[in-house]
């Protein structure tokens, strides 16, 4: 009698694994724990996952992101029920602001207690659906290829941004048939319709009109990949363009027609060339408050044409006398067959004017890059390091004013090789940020620009950096302050230093217990040997820079206000 | 009874378990307060129909409620139909209070309205009403004469006079999925 041939059979937990792979992922950051352990006792049958252990679930989000914003692709992270999923929700958060491709894998208590406060269960559908554009709850074993193709084909598609995966231990523990699984996408995402005919026409009405323009590059730019096509839209119309935070790196910071960052801390020849312009052509950002100001002063003489690939993000804050809901590549194609070239001296010569006048009273060009007492500036800092690595490298900064002045102060040459947390300005991004980068990128100089609040809220990390020797190199610009906070303090609240200052402990001698090496600067003449010191060794290193205290980053539009309120000295 | 102004939203869903609670929590997030929702079945399987009324949608922030529902990625159709082409319909159950010599006045009342008297206690009847929201407050307001002991209402609910669309191109229902794939035991 013949035997009957034994069905082939998987775990839950491997084709998770397994439809990972399919979906080409590389690299997950996360932490193990109780109800994810089934996923983690996969992973040696699948060489191809490469699994970085952090040292707290945030940064693995954090780390994701890196690898995500390096390479365009989705990044992974993965982590344990309950605590360690709610671990992840800055960085999950911080995902959804910055439209970040993600995906969260997190376990989750069996399905048959579930709702029961059972141990390390949280609601975290119920906590993450606000900041994720999906959100999962794989109660089916046979759903697992599924889910996994829709959650990296919706992370990824129309606006990107971070999906999760909630997996019930007892569902990654059930073993069924191995064959013949359904894949299909349930929710297809229409493509954007595109600029309509009259759309055009009134563009090419506009920019024929139009006097004093301004093109705004924001990160869809870089997320879409359009930089050729915004550059020879930019090329051919000659108009000046100013980038937003994250549209920075899109297009080379000396581009002869680039004014530099617009908003709260842009530069004074942007800022002033949005007040005074009479068209703007918005390609791929959302008119943030940090962008715009008050909303009602904002731009009043200008007629708008804004390209988004999100609807939403049209006429939420500022009116669009043309509003394209288009992908940006064929939509900005179109405007270049019709726009006209024009030589805009009278507005070239404004910009300049400002542009001059602020270099007159940069406070980096005066006393030799230091302040008032005697310590260096972080805005000359930045300066000396875009100079010495010819503004190439990768940088990652973390958020506050040293955020600020990398985005001034370095001069990107390269695509994409600026990453910060712009939208949700999550303090403690940068370091496992760069490990993401950096794991993308193993070729590559990456620098992670991290003050010494910023830095002490993943320092742990020093730990993952030490056991997967990531060479990434570390400049914390060290003014004892929460910088950002007390430069607020400063100017609105009567210098009332409340919660700023910080006892720091020893950087150089924390790093060298990670084994990683590092020095400290305090005088300037020191600085440029260190910076090649730092950039020759192989390895990580910290470099700790002394800086000084009272720094602002000027110039400043305060919350809420006018163009025309731009503070520019203290 | 004030009297408000109502912004309606229609919306097809896929009935899946939490897409009420998302819909729920953007609503939350924008600030809005609800003053409506129904939700049902539609002819399609798997496909639900909700219909939201809100007061006070400013500027064009009812435009920027509906293209934020519209990003729901189990809701493949939604648009404000305040202004549209729609039947607006509610149903209303009131007790009135009446004594025996007032059935006859509450019974013609609920005739005015197109309703019906469809519970009789001794010291009150219960009326069944369907119509407009602006019908429905008039009508609450009239049965005000007898005294009115409760109101239950639904809320709207919205049809398009002619053809729907109901996003259907933007969903692959279950019945639309491979065939035969899949091994569950």
Redesign the interface.
Known sequence: MPMARRKKTIKGAELMCRSLVEEGVTYLFGYTGGAIMPVYDAFPKFPQLRHIMVRHEQAAAFAAQGMARATGKPGVCIATSGPGATNLMTGIADAHMDSIPLVAITGQVATSVIGTDAFQESDI??ML??VT???YILDDP?EIPRVVKEAFY?ANTGRKGPVNIDFPKDIANAV??D????T?????V?PPPGIRREQLAQAQTLMAAAKRPIVFVGHGVIQSGAQGEVRHFLERSHMPFACTLHGISALPADHPQCLGMMGMHGTVEANRAIEHADLIIALGMRFDDRVTGKLDEYAKDADVIHVEQ???EI??NV?ATVAIYSDLKPAVAEMTKVVGRKPYKEWYAFAAKNREYWESIDPINRGNGRGDSRNLLMGSVIRKLSDLTDGKDNVVADVGQHQMFAARYYRFHRFNTWFNSGGLGSMGFSVPAAMGVKFARPGERVWVIVGDGSFQMNIQELGTIMEQRIDMKILLLNNNFLGMVRQWQDLFHGSRFVGTPVKNPDFIALAGAYGIAGERVSEGKGLEPALRRAMKHKGAYLLEIVTDMEEMILPMIPAGSRFSDMRVTR | MKRKKLNTILAFAHNQPGVLYKLLSLIRKKRYNVETITVGHTHVDGISRMTISFSHGEGNKIEQIVQQIAKITEIPKTEDVTDADVINRELVLLKVKASPKDRVHVTATAQIFGGKVIYVARTHMIVEITGKQENIDSAIRTFEDFGVAGVARTGATVMHREEEDMGLDRIVLPERRMASLGNRP
Do not use: A, C
């Open positions: 559908i119920g659906v606000p554009k999906q959100s046979y919706l069924i048939e064959h013949g699984f359904d299909t996408i349930r929710y297809p229409p999100d609807p939403s006429n939420k009116r």
